[in-house]
């Protein structure tokens, strides 16, 4: 009977990392969709070409760093990030994240003042889309 279980529940995890490898493999297939179709808000030529280029350059390097993830939450994490700027992108018809805009020692710290407490309060307020760049605005 344990044995029995231990399979289903080796077979439900295959499921699920099937499913999660389908919706990745989606996500990239959706970017470079967009990527082809894409028209820059300026309407210039070199301004699409530019964006185009961003935008592929950006997922395949993205993609590849993240390739050999296996912790379901940290997966889960990357497909929000992917779903959340390809819509930001979309409605703001710009492929870039949107930048954030905090001044320096501009968060309330939770206790005591000091740079590192505002470093971790930065980390910790930073969107979603830009979890994967590393700069702090």
């Given at each position: 009977?344990?044995?029995?279980?231990?399979?289903?529940?080796?077979?439900?995890?295959?499921?699920?990392?099937?499913?999660?490898?389908?919706?990745?493999?989606g996500l990239y297939r959706?970017?470079?969709?967009?990527?082809?179709?894409?028209?820059?808000?300026?309407?210039?030529?070199?301004?699409?070409?530019?964006?185009?280029?961003?935008?592929?350059?950006?997922?395949?390097?993205?993609?590849?760093?993240?390739?050999?993830?296996?912790?379901?939450?940290?997966?889960?994490?990357?497909?929000?990030?992917?779903?959340?700027?390809?819509?930001?992108?979309?409605?703001?018809?710009?492929?870039?994240?949107?930048?954030?805009?905090?001044?320096?020692?501009?968060?309330?710290?939770?206790?005591?003042?000091?740079?590192?407490?505002?470093?971790?309060?930065?980390?910790?307020?930073?969107?979603?889309?830009?979890?994967?760049?590393?700069?702090?605005?």
């Open positions: 009977m344990l044995r029995h279980d231990v399979r289903k529940h080796v077979r439900s995890r295959r499921q699920m990392t099937t499913a999660t490898r389908q919706e990745v493999l959706r970017i470079f969709r967009l990527a082809r179709k894409w028209q820059a808000a300026s309407g210039q030529m070199e301004d699409t070409i530019k964006e185009k280029q961003y935008m592929v350059n950006e997922a395949r390097m993205l993609f590849q760093k993240n390739k050999n993830l296996t912790d379901t939450d940290l997966i889960k994490q990357c497909i929000d990030e992917c779903t959340a700027r390809i819509e930001i992108g979309l409605h703001y018809q710009i492929p870039y994240p949107r930048p954030i805009h905090l001044p320096p020692m501009g968060l309330i710290p939770l206790r005591g003042r000091g740079l590192r407490s505002q470093e971790k309060l930065r980390k910790l307020s930073k969107p979603v889309y830009l979890q994967s760049h590393d700069e702090v605005s």
